[in-house]
């Protein structure tokens, strides 16, 4: 490599090459982001900039982060963010990359605080009052706290790394007065005396089936597996919160869970045999279905 000043055009070129060698997709909005990441730009000018050049420092810089990405890093690592319902997030190795069919969980959750609890929140009432098992990044929790002012939030995590990155991100979007994180395992049973407070109990817990683990794309795999392992059938966490789910939601409060692809059916007789009624399942924007709702009976 000259130490020469080279243009944005070429090292882009030679940037998506070598991803594609690597057998990264999409390696051209890759190089993109990547670069744009070291102009200090949006991807939006990087396309713009192709006959600017990059002092030699700057490309160094860039041949790192392609490097990275090459060894399949995935790109969120790589460039320390991720953004997820129109916010921005930090995210690194100990959390989940938040994924855009986890956008359409928070959705459902808006949908049904204004259709379930239209005289909640607001000066003088009580607050809305929304649980979130498996926060990781803290993405759900963040979203849901920004987009519903009189809602309060208690995240609960496992990952001690983890949580920290969670108040971060609630820190830079300005709602940590709004979210109570937590170190909790779901798996504990919870005090059954405790009172029942929480409106909505919601989560994206681990849904992957142990043996499918091995199989996926390498920048999975890259992410804890304690976010995406959910044992033999991929459902002992979501069995695990149905069961507790009652002892924390009030009468009339919903569960709202994100499950894997096939799991709808069990998923649905799970949330059945442990008292829930109104079970509805959601599809996301492919089609499938990947959310599910249920009401704890009044
Ligand atoms: C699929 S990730 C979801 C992360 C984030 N809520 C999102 O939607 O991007 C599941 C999260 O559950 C956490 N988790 C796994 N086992 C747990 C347990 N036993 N108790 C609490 N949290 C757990 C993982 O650390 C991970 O952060």
Redesign the pocket.
């Known amino acids: 490599m000259s130490e020469l000043p080279a243009a944005v055009a070429l090292l882009l070129r030679k940037g998506v090459a070598y991803l594609v060698e690597r057998g990264v997709s999409e390696a051209e909005a890759n190089a993109e982001f990547l670069m744009a990441s070291v102009l200090g730009c949006g991807r939006g000018v990087v396309l713009a900039s192709g006959s600017r050049e990059l002092p030699w420092k700057s490309q160094r810089h860039y041949w790192e982060l392609v490097k990275r990405r090459g060894r399949r890093v995935p790109l969120a690592y790589v460039l320390g963010t991720q953004p997820f319902a129109g916010l921005e997030f930090k995210v690194s190795p100990s ?2 990359i ?2 855009p069919e ?1 956008e359409e969980l928070v959705e459902r959750v808006l949908v049904l605080v204004r259709e379930s609890f239209p005289g909640r929140g607001g000066p003088g009432r009580p607050p809305i009052n929304i649980v ?6 803290g ?2 929790a963040v979203a849901l706290a920004k987009r519903l002012p009189d809602a309060v939030v208690c995240a ?4 001690v790394p ?1 949580l920290r990155i969670a108040e971060e991100n609630a820190r830079l979007n300005g709602v940590e007065r709004r979210i109570r994180f937590v170190h ?4 504990k049973t919870r005090n059954g005396s405790a009172p029942r407070w929480a409106d909505v109990l919601v989560s ?3 849904y992957v089936p142990t043996r499918e683990l091995a199989g996926l794309e390498p920048e999975v795999r890259a992410e ?1 597996v ?3 392992d959910g044992g033999r059938d991929g459902l002992d ?1 979501i069995r695990a919160i149905a069961a507790e789910a009652p002892g924390t939601l009030r009468a009339g409060g919903w569960l709202v869970l994100e499950f894997g692809d096939g799991q709808a059916d069990r998923v649905r007789g799970i949330l059945r045999a442990c008292g829930f009624a109104d079970i509805d399942v959601k599809r996301d924007l492919q089609g499938r279905d990947r959310i599910v709702l249920g009401r704890l009976a009044k």
Do not use: K, Q, Y
């Not at 909790?184 to 798996?187: A, G, R, V």
């Open positions: 959390v989940l938040p994924r986890t979130e098992l498996g926060t990781g990044s993405c759900v609960c995590e496992v990952s983890a909790e395992d779901l798996f994206n817990p681990p804890p304690l976010a995406l966490a």
